[in-house]
């Protein structure tokens, strides 16, 4: 019930998602997509069309509101703001020339993303965020866990240790060389 | 670019407190000078920054494919589609009872009657948009005739009639009019009439309803001689079918 509550107050719902609260993101996802997902289906769009859309508005959404971009003006400001970025991405993909040429080959279609806001300097940090977001995405096991447990689900040296069986002391050297190692694969990627 | 060096596992911290908002007003106040004062530790630190965004977004990303596995299944199906498929399902089941009439009275070589409903077409009577005042009323009517006001168009004729009795276009479309308003014995006479002006472009069609005229009234013979007068196409048809 607590739950539930904090997650009906706007400023509750952005400092869950900033903590990225597991729980307030999926009521989160979950709640908003069936309004987007039917302003695909109409807008000459399918099922898949929507997950894409909604699945980057909603990434954007977050790092919006991870970077303090976003400020609620209201009450349902936030599943409204969510809505106007995946309309307005969805609007992007329809008037984009790929959209109109590849239309029938569903499998090989990836979503145009392009904000037309962005400056040098943001697509070159975009840039390099989605270079070492791929780097992450391939790392390996244990490594790649480990961080996500300390970075992304905010948990505990000590939690990270009784989940790993492993002393907590070794947790925060695990996480220190993993980091290590990221930032040298991401190097080597580069170059 | 030299190779990076190692940072420190207390650098890694001290970058995390700072990344994660948790250091004092003071311990930031320090870090952020510190920071303006060098500018390869503000890349550095930048860069971290990257790499801890990164694993974040990255995480959230294969995360929320496990949220749309758990979307809640949608009782109401979405309005505009539920339309379109009773809509599909409509017009195939109107193909369906199409071919189903069609061929029943295909195969069963049915009474006239059915041959009649099924050949009359009204007359698509002409093109209303040049209208001089002395067509006016002739084309005011025209415009009844194709909206089916078969009654206003035939009140309105009826009229002129009286002042150009002989006038082939106005007698034809009497008769048309009439067939579709299903006066059959006055489409008749004005059909009849029409199909004796010989040298009215209206005499083949003239032909073509006299002959659906005479097959509403039961009168096979008497429809396939005018059908035999008549080249059109939609003639040479209906005579394949009464044959």
């Known amino acids: ?191 | 670019m030299k190779e990076k060096e190692n940072i420190s596992p207390e650098f890694l911290e001290t970058i995390e407190r700072y990344y994660n908002g948790l250091m004092s007003k003071e311990e930031k106040f320090a870090f952020e000078e510190a920071l303006q004062q060098n500018a390869l530790l503000e890349q550095e630190v930048e860069d971290i920054k990257t790499l801890l965004f990164s694993i974040e977004k990255q995480s959230l990303k294969e995360k929320i494919d496990e949220f749309h596995a758990d979307l809640p299944i949608q009782l109401e199906i979405e309005p505009s589609i539920s339309n379109l498929r009773f809509l599909n399902f409509r017009n195939i089941a109107a193909v369906v009872i199409l071919f189903a009439v069609g061929s029943f009275w295909f195969f069963n070589a049915s009474s006239n009657e059915k041959i009649y409903d099924n050949y009359f077409k009204p007359d698509p009577g002409l093109p209303t948009m040049m209208a001089t005042s002395d067509d006016y009323t002739f084309y005011d009517a025209m415009v009844n005739y194709k909206q089916g006001d078969y009654k206003t168009a035939i009140s309105k004729w009826e009229k002129l009639e009286k002042l150009s009795p002989n006038n082939d276009t106005l007698i034809y479309f009497l008769g048309v009019a009439h067939l579709a308003d299903k006066h059959i014995d006055k489409a008749l006479s004005y059909l009849e009439k029409s199909s004796e002006t010989t040298t009215s472009v209206f005499v083949e069609d003239a032909y073509y309803y006299l002959a659906l005229v005479y097959l509403k009234k039961d009168k096979r013979d008497k429809a396939i001689e005018f059908l035999k007068k008549s080249t059109s196409e939609d003639s040479k048809k209906l005579l394949e079918q009464l044959k």
Request: hydrophobic fraction near 30%; charge should be positive; charged fraction near 30%.
């Open chain 1, 1 to 191: 019930m607590k739950e539930t509550q904090e997650i009906d107050s706007q400023n509750a719902l952005i400092n869950a998602i900033k903590s990225n609260d597991s729980k307030a993101l999926k009521s989160f996802y979950t709640s908003n997509y069936y309004k987007v997902e039917n302003m695909v289906l109409k807008n000459n769009g399918n099922k898949d069309h929507a997950k894409d859309i909604y699945q980057e508005a909603f990434i954007t959404v977050w790092q919006n509101i991870k970077n303090d971009s976003f400020v609620p003006q209201n009450e349902t400001a936030l599943q409204g703001y969510l809505y106007k970025i995946a309309k307005n991405k969805w609007i992007d993909v329809v008037n984009s020339s790929r959209f109109k040429n590849t239309k029938l080959i569903e499998n090989e279609y990836t979503l145009y993303d392009k904000n037309e806001n962005d400056t040098d300097e943001q697509d070159f940090f975009n840039e390099k965020l989605e270079q070492t977001m791929a780097v992450f995405k391939n790392m390996g096991n244990p490594c790649k866990k480990l961080l996500t447990a300390f970075y992304y689900e905010k948990k505990s040296l000590r939690n990270i240790a009784i989940e790993f069986q492993i002393e907590e002391n070794t947790a925060r050297n695990n996480k220190y060389r993993c980091m290590e190692k990221l930032r040298k694969l991401v190097l080597a990627s580069k170059s």
